[in-house]
C-alpha cells in the first residue's frame, strides 16, 4: 500500500512545476469527484450535502464538502502550499555573453540552495497571460515538458576553492544557459508551444524547474526522491484524505495556499483574505447570522500541513536531541515557544487523539533552542482566522533543495491522519473542553 500510493504522489508532483499546475491539478482531481467551480466575482449558492471549490489567482484553491446536520457546525480545515523554493524568469528575460551565449535573467524566489541547482537539466513552466477575441485575456498554462537550459558549474581548474565553501551571487553565478547564438528566441519558443502570435502574449508567470526524475531507492527502496516534496507531499496527502472522507455534521475545508516560500503576504496567500473571505461566504449562503459564524469558529479545527525536518544521518547535531524526527517514522508535530508553529497543548492534544483513532504514529519536533528555525502556514493564517490548529509536517532531508528525500510509508500516515480530521465532528462544550467525535 505505501508503494503504490507513494508513485502517485510522486506522478502528481512529476505533473506540476509550478503553483499554478498544483492549483490545476487540484481542480482536476475535484472536478473528477463532481464538485462544482465557483466563482469569487459571482453570487454563491450552496446546497447541504454539496461540494465546492474556488480559485484565487489560479495558484490557490479551497475546495469544501458540506454537510447535511448543519445545526451546531464548525470547520475541519486542512491547509497546505503549492509553491517552492524556484528561480522566476525577469520580464526582460534574454542576457547574450559575447554573441554566442544566450542566458536567461533570473531572480531567486524564496530560500532555495542554490548549489543544488548546478548542472542539472532544466525546464521552464508557468503561466502565459494570451490576448483573446472580445478583448478578454486568457489564463494558459505552459510546460516545455523538456530539456531547455542548465546552470554550469566553474571547473574546478578556475576556482580552487570551490569545495571550501562559495558564497552564490545569483546575478553572476546562477543564471542559466539556455541557447547559442542570438537573442530573442523564448517568446518565439512560448508562441509556438501556445500556438498564438508573439503579439498575443501579454504577460507570464514562467519558472525553472528540474528536470530530474522523481526516485523510489534504499537497500529496503525506502526513500523517495524528487523536487518540490515541500510542499506538495502535504498538499498531495490533504487532497487525498478529504477526498476520502464524509461528514454530515461540519463543513470540511482543504486549503492550498501559494506564496508560503516568501512570506504569504499576497492576495492568494495564507496571510490574504483568501480563508475568511471564503469561510464567511459559506456561512452567508447557508443562511447562517454572523453569531452562528462565530460560533463556528470556536468549535473549528485545522492542521496545518508543511513538511518537516527530518535528522541528517551525517549531522545530527543540527537537530534537538529528543524533539527530533525520522523518514518513516510517523507525520510530525511541530513546536515553537515563540509561535512560529502555532501548536500549543490544546492543539496537540486534539492531534494526538486523532493520531490514536486513526493509528497514525507521532513524532515531535523543535529546534534547537540556539537555532532559528522557519516559520509556515499556521501562525500566518490564523492572524486572519482564529481556530485552534497545529503546525505538522511530513519528514524529509534538504528541504529547500531542488531535489528532496523523504519517506515511503509516511504519505499513508498523512493520508489517513487527514482523513480522521475530516471524519470527525468538532465541539467546544465548555471552556477548555473540546468534543470530538464520528
Given at each position: ?146 530539456d531547455l537550459a542548465l546552470i554550469p558549474n566553474v571547473a574546478i581548474h578556475m576556482n580552487r576553492e570551490v569545495n571550501d565553501g562559495f558564497k552564490f551571487n545569483k546575478q553572476v553565478d546562477l543564471l542559466p544557459l539556455f541557447a547559442g547564438g542570438e537573442k ?255
Amino acid at each position: 500500500m505505501y508503494r503504490k500510493l507513494t508513485e502517485e504522489m510522486l506522478a502528481f508532483i512529476q505533473k506540476n512545476p509550478t503553483a499554478f499546475h498544483t492549483a490545476a491539478s487540484i481542480q482536476e482531481a475535484l472536478d473528477g469527484a463532481g464538485y462544482r467551480e465557483l466563482l469569487e466575482s459571482s453570487p454563491w449558492t450552496l446546497e447541504p450535502g454539496c461540494n465546492y471549490y474556488v480559485c484565487r489567482n489560479g495558484s490557490s484553491i479551497i475546495a469544501f464538502q458540506v454537510g447535511t446536520e448543519l445545526e451546531q457546525y464548525s470547520f475541519n480545515i486542512a491547509a497546505s502550499h503549492s509553491d517552492s523554493p524556484v528561480f522566476k524568469v525577469k520580464e526582460k528575460a534574454e542576457l547574450e555573453t559575447g554573441g554566442k551565449y544566450v542566458r536567461l535573467n533570473t531572480e531567486g524566489y524564496g530560500g532555495m540552495i542554490c548549489s543544488a541547482w548546478l548542472d542539472r537539466p532544466l525546464s521552464i513552466a508557468g503561466r502565459v497571460l494570451v490576448r483573446q477575441d472580445g478583448g478578454s485575456i486568457r489564463t494558459r498554462l505552459l510546460d516545455f515538458k523538456r530539456d531547455l537550459a542548465l546552470i554550469p558549474n566553474v571547473a574546478i581548474h578556475m576556482n580552487r576553492e570551490v569545495n571550501d565553501g562559495f558564497k552564490f551571487n545569483k546575478q553572476v553565478d546562477l543564471l542559466p544557459l539556455f541557447a547559442g547564438g542570438e537573442k530573442g528566441t523564448l517568446l518565439g519558443l512560448i508562441a509556438k508551444e501556445l500556438g498564438v502570435e508573439e503579439s498575443e502574449i501579454l504577460g507570464s508567470d514562467l519558472y525553472l524547474y528540474n528536470r530530474d526524475r522523481a526516485s523510489v531507492w534504499g537497500c529496503n527502496e525506502e526513500f523517495v526522491s524528487s523536487g518540490r516534496l515541500d510542499d506538495q507531499q502535504c498538499a498531495f496527502t490533504a487532497l487525498k484524505g478529504f477526498l476520502a472522507a464524509k461528514n454530515s455534521r461540519s463543513v470540511n475545508v482543504m486549503a492550498c495556499f501559494d506564496n508560503e516560500e516568501v512570506g504569504s503576504g499576497t492576495k492568494q496567500g495564507a496571510a490574504s483574505t483568501f480563508l475568511p473571505d471564503t469561510l464567511k461566504r459559506i456561512n452567508l449562503a447557508l443562511g447562517k447570522s454572523e453569531e452562528a459564524y462565530l460560533q463556528a469558529l470556536a468549535s473549528s479545527f485545522m492542521l496545518s500541513a508543511d513538511n518537516a525536518h527530518a535528522v541528517h544521518p551525517n549531522h545530527p547535531e543540527h537537530t534537538d536531541a529528543g524533539n527530533c524526527a525520522y523518514m518513516n517514522e510517523g507525520v510530525v508535530v511541530k513546536s515553537h515557544a515563540g509561535q512560529k508553529y502555532t501548536s500549543d497543548g490544546m492543539s496537540v492534544a486534539v492531534v494526538r487523539e486523532l493520531a490514536s483513532r486513526a493509528g497514525v504514529p507521532l513524532q515531535y519536533f523543535a529546534n534547537r533552542s540556539d537555532k532559528n528555525g522557519g516559520s509556515t502556514l499556521g501562525n500566518i493564517a490564523m492572524a486572519q482566522v482564529s481556530v485552534k490548529c497545529v503546525d505538522i509536517g511530513l519528514p524529509q532531508l534538504a528541504m529547500h533543495s531542488c531535489y528532496e528525500t523523504a519517506g515511503m510509508k509516511d504519505t499513508w500516515y498523512m493520508v489517513q491522519l487527514m482523513k480522521e480530521l475530516f471524519s470527525s465532528h468538532f465541539q467546544e462544550t465548555g471552556s477548555g473542553v473540546l468534543q470530538i467525535e464520528k
